[in-house]
T-cell receptor, first 111, second 115 residues
């Protein structure tokens, strides 16, 4: 099946640093979502984006829905140890459709 | 918040047996549920869309006779892996769509290990 192009694949950063990751697609999505998944758990929604150009924040997290509807980014400011995990972007075309996921970004924070 | 309960969380079975996984929406009705599969260190891949009262829609490459889906009520969908083989070992995750609010909620996943 299709996957979104998500980068970087992994990040090794120091605590307190800012983080940026992005997803691109060759086709349009009408909703972009960002999830965090801990080992052995289902993904947890961080931010949902519903309109092209939309910029949304959730605490230290900020995400944007690209104007072309083919990309999105997620920024995490002032990273803390509990931010460690795997982050996935996901796109949805219609309201009743399943999600197409990115390959994930593994965030590792060194104290 | 809305909760989706997935059971069992972990199952080990012998090759050739069938395994049933349940996905329940606890405080909302879901006419549509989705089943995903996730292999180690990989992303979630949509397997099928489960529609209450009708046949499931399978993604390309997913065998409908092997992965039986039943969505008999507005709060329950089941995925049965028939004649499981070691290559079916994976993390299976469901999500349910709140038919009123339109939001998606994920279950906590089922780790299937086939010996």
């Amino acid at each position: 099946g299709q996957q979104l192009n998500q980068s970087p694949q992994s990040m090794f950063i120091q605590e307190g640093e800012d983080v940026s990751m992005n997803c691109t697609s060759s086709s349009i999505f009408n909703t972009w979502l960002w999830y965090k998944q801990d080992p052995g758990e289902g993904p947890v929604l961080l931010i949902a984006l519903y309109k092209a150009g939309e910029l949304t924040s959730n605490g230290r997290l900020t995400a944007q829905f690209g104007i072309t509807r083919k990309d999105s980014f997620l920024n995490i400011s002032a990273s803390i140890p509990s931010d460690v995990g795997i982050y996935f972007c996901a796109g949805r075309r219609g309201g009743a459709d399943g999600l197409t996921f990115g390959k994930g970004t593994h965030l590792i924070i060194q104290p | 918040g809305a909760v989706v309960s997935q059971h069992p969380s972990r199952v080990i079975c012998k090759s050739g047996t069938s395994v049933k996984i349940e996905c329940r929406s606890l405080d909302f009705q879901a006419t549509t549920m989705f089943w995903y599969r996730q292999f180690p260190k990989q992303s979630l891949m949509l397997m099928a869309t489960s529609n209450e009262g009708s046949k499931a829609t399978y993604e390309q490459g997913v065998e409908k006779d092997k992965f039986l889906i039943n969505h008999a009520s507005l709060t329950l969908s089941t995925l049965t892996v028939t004649s499981a083989h070691p290559e079916d070992s994976s993390f299976y995750i469901c999500s349910a769509r709140d038919q009123i609010r339109g939001k998606l909620f994920f279950g906590s996943g089922t780790q299937l290990s086939v010996l």
